[in-house]
Each structure stands twice: as structure tokens, then as C-alpha cells.
């Protein structure tokens, strides 16, 4: 019985480290990096915005959920409100698939800027989501934040 | 031991000191932190960092060294050899002002070097960057840079210079260009194709003016694409993405304004081929569908 304590011991360890594991639940992690080498920022996204987001369930049949005007709209009032005279280059809709769930969402990517505003406020390239959610930079390079225990 | 001796060398050399301090200031800027040599040696690793096509890391040694040596004589060799690291890098518009730089220092095609006395030759080293800013001419700014650079030759003509017109010959021949690649193959593809616009397509194509909705929707630019995929039986594929690119990215300089056009990628769903070519379909916003053409791309005149 006595040899066969350590082993128990080992055991009893593992499965409190299995089960801290799994309780510890993702809240927000970085999505996409922008702004430069000197000024990073982070697109964070939120595990609650990311399941709640809208799918674009037939792009062979239907629309996207929220129209391409609208989104180009959000990013020009963005670059905008940064007192940058641009317009838009290019614009996509991309599919990802994040924690088993898929997540559809725009690219914005602003042309000019020759002052650098945006890029310097991480902004060269807006994310917006099907729900017209637009997913905010925060300064820095950033790591996933979990759930207090 | 008496000091005699030692005091006609003394004087000898302050008489020199004193005789040739203006001849070197005039030769030697009081700007020059250090002798002609140093700034040489300086300049090498910046030399070899380029035979390795590290220009990333050679850029910068030549922009202190510039910094550092203003008014050498020699500093045509940062100011060429930059010129040519900002055309790899694609950072088109540094070029320009490089490049008035060179002209304006009285640039003839060939410089004497003193420390060397050997004849430097930056023609050579002008049409290779020519070539480099030729092969990036569909990336955003590049053509305005070449029509640029086109302007500051005109602007500084100088008759004992060789092969003169590197940048406005280029410019003119581009001018002459028919057709246009918005899409190809990636470089190594056993069955390369690529997807052309001729200038008499992109005058008729249909414009959009975003943030206005765009003549044919997203969704039906995408609903043509899987039919196209049907219609080349192309199999296991999945749509991934779907996106409005501008013909002309130039935010400076358009020559066809406003041309917009779709490009609808599907993606293998075949784990052994997730990193295979992806299907794209190329489609205008008047809902024609761009067909690929076999072969890389050839500009026609």
C-alpha cells in the first residue's frame, strides 16, 4: 500500500491540474495585430461578440448580413474622426474559424494617409463584424485575457 | 642633449599646419566629423549588407552616413546605392527626392574617386534601379513615382550624361502599355495563367464610388463565382473570402479612376492540399467574369 502512495499523489496532482485547465475560460483574445513596427496595437475580440455574431449561412444565395455601404461607412467615419482625408482601397469579407465557431467579418483597408494618422492609431485596417460591431485596436501588443478564478 | 635639433622640424611643422590648414578645410567641410577614410569604411557594411539583399538593414547605415557626411564628396555612393535599396524595398516616394539629390549634385554618369582614383559609373546602378521600380509598377504609388522621376530627369538636363532618360523612357513605354495584370498564378505554378485588362476594357468598365452600394452586390458577385467554379468543374473547393479591390491602388496618381472589380476565393477542402493555389474568380461590376489566360503575363504596347 506504502508504494503505492507516490503514485496516487501523482495522480491526485494531474487531476487538479486538468480540471484548473479547464476552468480556465477565455474572455477576450487578440485577433489581429495593426499600426507599426514602433506603435503596435491589438484587435482584441471578445469570446461573448464572437458567439454572438452573425453568420453568413449561403454567400452562394444570400447577402451578407450587414451591407458593404454601411461598413465602409463606420471605417470613413473612423479615419474621419482622426482628421485623415482618405478613402477606401480595399475591402473584404473573410471567413475564420475561432474557438469552433465560425466568424464572418470586413477587412477595411484605408488608402493614402500619407501623414501616417492612422497607422500610428492602429487603424490602417478596420474589423467589422456582420452585426455592424466594430472591433477597436488597443494600444500595445496584447495577450489573451482569461476569467478570474 | 640640446634641443637645436629638435626645433627646425618643430617649426617645419607648424609652418605646414599653418600653410595647409585652409587647403584641407576647403577640400574637407568643417561638417566632416571624420576624414574621407572613415566615411569609406563606414559605408561597407552598408556594401556588403546589399550583396546579401539585406536592404532593409543597408538602408538605414547609408541614411546616417548621409546624415553624418553631408557634404563629402563622395556621398554620391549612399545617395545611389540608397536610391536603389528604397526601390527594393518599395518605399517609391523616398525615391524622388533621392533622386533630385543625385541630379542636382551634377551627376554625369561617371565619378572620379579620389580615395580609389578609379572612374565610378552609377548608370549602371540607375537602370538597375529603373528595373527594380519597372517590376513593382502595380504596387501602390509606383507609377506616380515613375512619372515622377520622369519629371526630375526633364527637369535637370545635363549633356555629358550617360544613357540618359533611364526613368522617362520607362514612363513613356508604360504610357504605350495595352494591357494590364490584376491577377496571376503564384510564381512557381506547374501550369501558370494570369488575368488581363486592355485599356479599352478598363475605359468601358463600369465605375463605383464607395461608400455608394455597388452596382452588383456582394452577393451576386459571389452567387456568379460558384457558378463559374461549377462551370470548370473544379471540385472540392469551399468559398473563404470575398473581396473589392481598386484596378488602380495609386492613391496619388490614377489613371483609371474609380475601376473596381471582385475577386471571389475558394479554398481546398482537402487537408493535403490546404496550401494548394486557390481557385479566384475574377469578376467586374457590370457581373462579367474575368477568364484566365495560360502562360505568365506579357504587357502588349
Redesign the interface.
Known amino acids: 500500500m506504502n508504494r503505492l502512495l507516490p503514485l496516487l499523489a501523482i495522480m491526485v496532482c494531474l487531476a487538479l491540474a486538468t480540471a484548473s485547465a479547464r476552468s480556465r475560460t477565455i474572455v477576450s483574445f487578440p485577433f489581429q495585430n495593426t499600426g507599426t513596427g514602433a506603435d503596435p496595437w491589438t484587435v482584441m475580440l471578445d469570446r461573448d461578440v464572437l458567439l454572438a455574431s452573425p453568420q453568413w449561412t449561403d454567400?452562394?444565395?444570400?447577402?451578407?448580413p450587414f451591407?458593404?455601404?454601411k461598413a465602409?461607412?463606420i471605417a470613413?467615419d473612423v479615419a474621419h474622426s482622426l482628421s485623415a482625408t482618405?478613402?477606401?482601397?480595399?475591402?473584404?469579407?473573410?471567413?475564420t474559424t475561432l474557438y469552433e465557431t465560425s466568424l464572418w467579418y470586413y477587412e477595411i483597408t484605408m488608402?493614402?494617409d500619407p501623414a501616417g494618422i492612422l497607422k500610428r492609431n492602429g487603424c490602417d485596417k478596420i474589423y467589422i463584424l456582420m452585426d455592424g460591431t466594430r472591433l477597436k485596436p488597443s494600444p500595445g501588443r496584447l495577450d489573451a485575457v482569461y476569467e478570474k478564478q | 642633449m640640446s634641443p637645436r635639433p629638435l626645433l627646425i622640424p618643430a617649426i617645419i611643422a607648424l609652418l605646414t599646419a599653418l600653410f595647409c590648414a585652409p587647403a584641407q578645410a576647403y577640400n574637407q567641410p568643417e561638417t566632416w566629423p571624420q576624414p574621407l577614410q572613415d566615411k569609406a569604411a563606414a559605408f561597407q557594411p552598408a556594401y556588403q549588407l546589399i550583396q546579401q539583399k539585406d536592404y532593409a538593414k543597408a538602408l538605414p547605415i547609408l541614411q546616417q552616413n548621409i546624415r553624418d557626411y553631408p557634404q563629402a564628396e563622395t556621398i554620391d555612393y549612399e545617395y545611389v546605392w540608397g536610391f536603389y535599396c528604397l526601390a527594393q524595398l518599395s518605399r517609391f516616394q523616398e525615391m524622388e527626392e533621392y533622386y533630385a539629390i543625385i541630379l542636382q549634385r551634377g551627376y554625369t554618369g561617371e565619378v572620379r574617386d579620389k580615395v580609389t582614383d578609379m572612374n565610378r559609373d552609377w548608370a549602371s546602378r540607375i537602370i538597375e534601379t529603373r528595373e527594380a521600380l519597372e517590376k513593382r509598377l502595380d504596387e501602390?504609388g509606383a507609377r506616380h513615382t515613375l512619372r515622377k522621376l520622369a519629371e526630375i530627369e526633364a527637369a535637370h538636363p545635363a549633356p555629358g550624361r550617360k544613357q540618359i532618360g533611364p526613368f522617362e523612357r520607362c514612363y513613356d513605354a508604360h504610357r504605350r502599355r495595352k494591357t494590364f495584370c490584376i491577377g496571376s498564378s503564384e510564381p512557381n505554378s506547374l501550369r501558370p495563367w494570369h488575368i488581363s485588362l486592355s485599356t479599352s476594357e478598363l475605359t468601358a468598365a463600369r465605375k463605383w464610388h464607395?461608400?455608394?452600394?455597388?452596382s452588383i452586390?456582394?452577393?451576386l458577385a459571389?452567387?456568379l463565382a460558384?457558378k463559374e467554379i461549377e462551370l470548370r468543374k473544379v471540385r472540392d473547393v469551399a468559398?473563404?473570402?470575398?473581396?473589392?479591390?481598386?484596378f488602380d491602388?495609386d492613391?496619388r496618381h490614377r489613371e483609371f479612376p474609380d475601376i473596381w472589380y471582385y475577386i471571389v476565393e475558394f479554398s481546398s477542402t482537402r487537408p493535403a492540399l490546404r496550401f494548394a493555389e486557390a481557385a479566384s474568380i475574377y469578376v467586374l461590376m457590370d457581373g462579367t467574369v474575368l477568364q484566365p489566360r495560360p502562360g505568365q503575363f506579357q504587357p502588349a504596347y
Open positions: 454567400p452562394a444565395a444570400s447577402e451578407p451591407p458593404p455601404d465602409i461607412q470613413l482618405t478613402g477606401i482601397s480595399l475591402l473584404s469579407i473573410n471567413k488608402e493614402g | 501602390p464607395p461608400p455608394d452600394p455597388p452586390s456582394i452577393g459571389t452567387a460558384h468559398f473563404s473570402s470575398v473581396t473589392m479591390r481598386q491602388s492613391p
